[in-house]
């Protein structure tokens, strides 16, 4: 089994900036693609932004500019930089990974989520 798990989220004045963690650990013989989705209030579900293995990023028009994504393959670990945030970036963000079992399939896994709020 693999597990995703997501770190630093919280209340945060706009303008301000957080840092986002999230650790896999488990059955990995190689993570791929990670990133991050986030679901607002309103409960739609955006992208904010991938990383592929070899640290090439994507990331959503939102966003782009005020967050930057990275990753740690050492650590099997992927971060979220969140700057200059504002009421819009309140949301539970989620991280996710293609990861590559010991049986050599690929699967996806999602963290269970850090809620960002970001008050005015």
């Known amino acids: 089994q693999v597990q995703l798990v997501e770190s630093g989220g919280g209340l945060v004045q706009a303008g301000g900036s957080l840092r986002l963690s999230c650790a896999a650990s488990?059955?990995?013989?190689?993570?791929?693609?990670m990133g991050w989705f986030r679901r607002g209030p309103g409960g739609q579900r955006e992208l904010v932004g991938t990383?592929?293995?070899?640290?090439?990023?994507n990331l959503g028009d939102s966003v782009r500019g005020r967050f930057t994504i990275s990753r740690d393959n050492a650590k099997n670990m992927t971060y979220l930089q969140l700057n200059n945030l504002n009421r819009w970036d309140s949301a539970v963000y989620y991280c996710?990974?293609?990861?590559?079992?010991?049986?050599?399939?690929?699967?996806?896994?999602w963290g269970q989520g850090t809620q960002v709020t970001v008050s005015a």
């Open positions: 990383i592929t293995s070899d640290e090439s990023t």
């Open positions: 488990g059955d990995i013989y190689r993570l791929n693609t």
């Open positions: 996710y990974a293609m990861v590559v079992r010991s049986s050599g399939f690929e699967y996806d896994y």
